[in-house]
């Protein structure tokens, strides 16, 4: 069973920047899509970022040009660079594959408040 650890949340202010880890387990990382979804209180978790095994990209219109998700193999790691940061990314971060399995992490919070 793959076990996934995000790393890398924390309090910044608006328009701050912040990098997500997430370290999988599991000898078929490098094989199948990978992405971050979040969830805010009372919300549904949804999927903000995709990247295939082929490195393409994809994102939710509300993060398009300002996060950048990216996958290291070699380390079974995948990231989210978070620019630009606004106070409705406020959220719990987790990665999953794509479509998600049903083991999730503990997820990393992110707090974006002046």
């Known amino acids: 069973q793959v076990q996934l650890v995000e790393s890398g949340g924390g309090l910044v202010q608006p328009g701050g920047s912040l990098r997500l880890s997430c370290a999988a387990s599991g000898s078929a990382f490098s094989i199948v899509a990978m992405g971050w979804y979040r969830q805010a209180p009372g919300k549904e978790r949804e999927l903000v970022a995709t990247i295939t095994t082929v490195y393409s990209t994809d994102y939710v219109d509300s993060v398009k040009g300002r996060f950048t998700i990216s996958r290291d193999n070699a380390k079974n790691t995948v990231y989210l660079q978070m620019n630009s940061l606004k106070p409705e990314d406020t959220a719990v971060y987790y990665c999953?594959?794509?479509?998600?399995?049903?083991?999730w992490g503990q997820g990393t919070q992110v707090t974006v408040s002046a």
């Open positions: 999953n594959r794509v479509p998600a399995a049903r083991a």
